[in-house]
C-alpha cells in the first residue's frame, strides 16, 4: 500500500508519493542539492560522509538521507524476473469509476472494495496522463466537485 499513516504532519494520513514530493519541494526551497541514483558504496566513519553513487560519482556531505523505499513480494520466477517491467508489475492500484457506483456483480464489488492494493475514486475521471517518455502521474478530476489532482503512477491500463 502507499499510505502512510504514521508520519507526523499528516494527521489524516497521505499517500507515500505525495509525502515525498512534499519533502521533496520542502527540501528544495531550503537550497538543499538533490542527487538521484544508487549508492553503491558509503562510509560514515567520518564527517564529511563519502558516498559514491553508480560505483562512479563520489560525494561528501554532512548529513546524508538513505530513502530505500519499499518493495514488492515477487514469485520467484525467471519469466517474471524477464518480463519486469513489460508487463509484469507490482504496484498498488488505483480504480477511477465515473459514477457513484461500480457495474460489476457484488462479489465482485466487494473483492475490489476489501482489496487494501486498491484504491477506488468513485465520481472521477481521468483528466490527463503525464509523462515525456513514460507514464509518469495520471491527473484525475472529480466529476461532483471538479477538483483535480495528480497521483505519481507508472502504468495505466484502460477498462471502460
Not at 475514486?121 to 515525456?132: K, V, Y
Request: glycine fraction near 6%.
Amino acid at each position: 500500500t502507499n499510505d502512510v499513516e504514521n508520519f507526523p504532519g499528516y494527521p489524516d494520513g497521505v499517500m507515500g508519493p505525495e509525502m515525498m514530493e512534499d519533502l521533496k519541494k520542502q527540501a528544495e526551497r531550503f537550497g538543499t542539492d538533490i542527487r538521484y541514483g544508487i549508492a553503491t558504496k558509503v562510509d560514515f566513519s567520518d564527517r564529511p560522509h563519502k558516498i559514491t553513487i553508480d560505483e562512479t560519482l563520489e560525494l561528501t556531505a554532512d548529513a546524508v538521507i538513505i530513502a530505500t523505499g519499499a518493495s514488492a513480494k515477487w514469485l520467484g520466477l525467471p519469466s517474471e524476473a524477464r518480463l519486469n517491467g513489460s508487463g509484469v508489475s507490482a504496484c498498488a492500484v488505483y480504480m477511477l469509476v465515473r459514477k457513484d457506483a461500480m457495474r460489476a456483480s457484488k462479489i465482485m464489488q466487494k473483492r475490489v472494495l476489501d482489496n487494501p492494493k486498491i484504491e477506488v475514486l468513485f465520481d472521477t475521471a481521468t483528466d490527463e496522463i503525464l509523462g515525456e517518455h513514460a507514464v509518469e502521474a495520471v491527473r484525475v478530476k472529480n466529476l461532483l466537485t471538479h477538483e483535480t489532482r495528480e497521483i505519481p503512477v507508472h502504468g495505466f491500463f484502460v477498462a471502460i
